[in-house]
């Protein structure tokens, strides 16, 4: 296939990335990554086309160089068109970097084995230096953006592999304050920095002059593979996360001299003094770098952060705040003083109630207040509380409005609750306090939520305060009570907020559901409704439903029957009464039930409330609690008989599990009209009213009877089962077993065993009983009837050491007619239906005895030349 036009890559390009996996799956996709690198080379293109080209590498390498090779020859072929540009500006440059340490990354192939990465480290690391790289890598007014873009190949090859640039720390810190890029240059100094630290405590060796500059070699070496393999994926990402961070063991294991402990605090001072330069992302990152470097470490002080601070603390970037909090969550009052907390306090509730300020941007300062990092918390740890400083008075502007946001007004509301469960005495003379202000906020969204046609969104915010509230005043008995008579005044206004309330029963805890629940019921069962509100006090009910069934429900249910005409408000009726049978019924429950089962015009609800009778009745507690209690391992049906609960499902359904017994064939002495199969039983777990199926593929065998067992338990010796078989054809065959039996549940299940093998041998029966003394003229005269229609043959068994006698006794002694022992035996054996098969072994020999056989059956002939054959050996 020869180069693309301009045109078709645009519309290859274009199907690529509108699906990606199914552009792959098709017949293109194995030429577009070998394409690619071709066309990059081609003249015709332009370089705008080329680099969209370098882009798809960069978006997807992982699916045109899927493994480490693919993406080695892609990285090499990539590094040689880098340097095969001519010396005049190039837009390639860049993407091509970008492209080889991409490829090389993702696809695996980045290791001190590689060619392609023994190449693009040295070649990165003088960029990175602004070192001669040789061959006029470009010209000079684009070796500022190839330095850049050096260093942020060089960081993300450090991110990805700790330590890796471990060895160059010394000449990268020798670029600081040097002419370059600084923000690239800082952001990969402080990434190597930060992880050579961590690197060196957990191998316990000390900094081993790492910060001294030390002497470029454009081939060299300044890389460590063996640090970097050992620390790979053992690092936090770098990323603002104090919490997470402090779960590190930290540096505790590095104990810097004097020397390298003051080479240390330039380097970070250097880098600090620089930061006002970069952006505010890559100041925030810096600092939670250079912090996280410095927490921990013995005889680092972070008063280095100090001059940061005296900058920061007035900073209007909520990027730049947030780093400060993270200094203050690491460090605490080692860096931060009383009068700064109290700064940083006073900062964030003026900001938090700036009205310029947009929605998110005043969660975040809300957030900060929440979640404020304190020099010294009173609580425990993860105990949620108002930091110390944030006083009612300073607060005070910050308390919640029904006019807010709805998320502003749920942060300030947590706020709110923070400082009411503070201690009542703190309360005292002031008109109003905290506590009384939330109640009466409380009552006025009950209010406005009670209206009719209010907004869902209003009802939504006043459950969700609610919640907020019962979460954060659970033991305020002052705060729980009040709430409690609000919630149960605002459904008896509107009913139809009956999901929310059964939502909200399933949310709180006891210490609100409780009580929560007996008003709720008190409601439903005193202000019987019809319509649309029946529906919604059934569904409460439901819910608060407790065991005992009151007279009171009862009756309730009995009224609410008339007026259930359709399916859905009687499978609601029903649903309460699954619910009272679940947790205990009661003596009226079953009155009740008989009555729904005739009155009730839907068939299917009145077979729901006939079923719940019978269950009523013959079912015991723990036994009814089984049939309707929750089960996850059964699926949800969709039928309106059972779909209501999963374990009633489980109850009416055969369930798959793993056998309970192995079964193994015995040797079995032939007797009787028919051959049969001796099983013996091993027995794995308990089962009762077993029921073993058997089936043969084909016609080989008629229809096999089940075989039944009432109770098998492990470690009771389990007698031997005999399965008769009736051969149409006697022939081995494989028997499939199935396994149904009840568990001690009560769950009736079914199991797949392992086949059965039903050998040659297992069909074989004697002749009749032959009167005494005419056995050897009933031998001749079966023989001589297997001719002309049946065939003879000749066939030498083998004998082992214990002779023909020993085999004969341990393999056909049933079947023998007329004995001559040691040396010769006429065996007559009865194959049902019709077949028989006779054999005159004499003339026994050392190794062997030779056999002639007859039979009436062509068909037998293979299977008796094996049989026999293989006697030695059984």
Request: proline share 9%.
């Amino acid at each position: 296939m020869g180069p693309l036009s301009r045109e078709a890559w645009a519309q290859r390009l274009g199907a690529f990335r509108m699906s990606p996996s199914t552009f792959m799956a098709g017949a293109e996709s194995e030429d577009l990554g070998r394409d690619l690198l071709s066309d990059l080379r081609n003249e015709k293109l332009s370089e705008p086309t080329k680099v969209s080209l370098l882009a798809l590498s960069l978006e997807y390498p992982d699916k045109l160089w899927p493994d480490a090779l693919a993406a080695e020859a892609a990285a090499t072929f990539l590094l040689d068109t880098l340097l095969l540009l001519p010396p005049r500006p190039s837009a390639l440059r860049r993407p091509l970097l970008l492209a080889a340490t991409t490829t090389l990354l993702v696809g695996g192939a980045l290791s001190p084995t590689s060619g392609a990465s023994c190449r693009l480290l040295p070649l990165l690391l003088g960029l990175a230096l602004g070192r001669d790289v040789g061959r006029g890598f470009g010209p000079t007014s684009e070796q500022r953006l190839l330095q850049a873009t050096a260093c942020e190949c060089l960081r993300e090859l450090e991110s990805c592999k700790p330590g890796l640039l471990r060895g160059s720390l010394g000449l990268l810190r020798s670029l600081s304050g040097q002419a370059g890029p600084i923000q690239p240059l800082s952001m990969l100094l402080a990434l190597v920095l930060r992880n050579t630290l961590v690197v060196q405590s957990r191998s316990g060796a000390g900094l081993q002059d790492l910060l001294v500059a030390g002497v470029f070699s454009p081939g060299g070496g300044s890389w460590d593979w063996t640090l970097a393999e050992e620390a790979d994926d053992q690092l936090l990402p770098q990323t603002p996360s104090w919490p997470a961070a402090e779960k590190e063991p930290g540096l505790a294991g590095l104990e810097p001299s004097p020397e390298e402990a003051r080479e240390l605090r330039a380097a970070v001072a250097q880098l600090l003094d620089t930061s006002y330069l970069l952006t505010t992302v890559a100041q925030a990152q810096l600092l939670w770098l250079l912090g996280w470097a410095l927490r921990g470490l013995r005889g680092q002080s972070p008063v280095i952060f100090k001059p940061q601070l005296a900058r920061l603390l007035g900073t209007a970037q909520v990027t730049l705040l947030h780093s400060v909090l993270a200094l203050k969550a690491a460090f605490g009052e080692a860096l931060f003083t009383a009068q700064d907390e109290a700064l940083l306090l006073r900062r964030l509730t003026l900001a938090a109630q700036h009205p310029a300020l947009p929605s998110p941007t005043h969660l975040f300062y809300l957030h900060c207040l929440l979640s404020f990092p304190e020099n010294s918390p009173l609580g425990l740890e993860g105990e949620e509380a108002a930091p110390l400083l944030l006083g009612h008075q300073l607060c005070r502007s910050l308390m919640p409005d029904l006019l807010n946001d709805p998320m502003a007004f749920l942060a300030r509301l947590h706020l709110l609750c923070l400082l009411c469960a503070e201690d009542e005495e703190q309360e005292k003379g002031q008109v109003p306090s905290p506590r009384q202000y939330l109640l009466e906020l409380l009552a006025g969204l009950r209010q406005r939520a009670a209206l009719d046609g209010s907004p869902q969104d209003l009802a939504t915010l006043c459950f969700q305060a609610s919640y907020l509230v019962a979460s954060c005043l659970a033991m305020q008995p002052s705060v729980v009570k009040p709430l409690i008579h609000g919630l149960s005044q605002l459904y008896r206004a509107r009913p139809l907020l009956a999901p929310r309330f059964v939502d909200l029963l399933d949310r709180v805890g006891p210490e609100l559901g409780r009580p929560l629940k007996e008003v709720l019921w008190q409601e439903v069962v005193t202000r019987p409704g019809k319509g649309e509100a029946l529906c919604c006090h059934l569904q409460i009910l439901e819910k608060v439903a407790e065991g005992g069934a009151h007279r009171a429900t009862l009756n309730f249910l009995q009224a609410a029957a008339i007026h259930c005409t359709d399916w859905g408000r009687q499978q609601a009726l029903l649903r309460v009464c699954q619910a009272l049978l679940r947790t205990g019924g009661g003596d009226g429950l079953a009155d009740l039930l008989q009555g729904l089962a005739r009155q009730l015009e839907d068939p299917d609800g009145r077979d729901h409330a006939r079923l719940y009778y019978s269950l009523l009745v013959h079912l015991a507690g723990p036994k009814l609690r089984v049939a309707l209690g929750p089960s996850l391992a059964t699926p949800t049906l969709a039928s309106s008989l059972v779909a209501e609960n999963q374990g009633f499902v489980a109850t009416l359904m055969v369930q798959e599990t793993p056998p309970p017994i192995r079964l193994s064939v015995e040797p079995h002495r032939a007797k009787g009209p028919l051959p049969m199969l001796q099983l013996q039983v091993e027995v794995l777990d308990p089962a009762y009213s077993l029921e073993l199926r058997f089936c043969v593929q084909g016609q080989l065998y008629a229809p096999l009877k089940a075989i039944h067992i009432p109770c098998l338990c492990p470690g009771r010796p389990a007698h031997p089962l005999y399965l008769p078989l009736q051969p149409r054809r006697p022939a081995p065959a494989q028997l499939h077993v199935q396994a149904l039996y009840t568990t001690p549940t009560g769950l009736t299940c079914h199991a797949h065993l392992p086949p059965l093998t039903v050998n040659f041998a297992n069909l074989f029966l004697p002749f009749p009983q032959i009167p005494k003394g005419s056995e050897r003229d009933f031998f001749e005269r079966l023989w001589d009837s297997c001719l002309p229609k049946g065939v003879e043959s000749c066939v030498w068994c083998p004998l082992g050491p214990q002779g023909l006698e020993a085999l004969v006794s341990h393999h056909l002694e049933p079947f023998v007619v007329v004995a001559q022992p040691p040396t010769s035996y006429h065996i007559a054996i009865c194959l049902p239906p019709d077949s028989m098969l006779l054999l005159r072994l004499e003339a026994a020999q050392v190794d062997g005895v030779p056999v002639v056989l007859r039979t009436n059956d062509w068909d037998l002939l293979p299977l008796a030349g094996d049989y026999i054959r293989g006697l030695a050996a059984c």
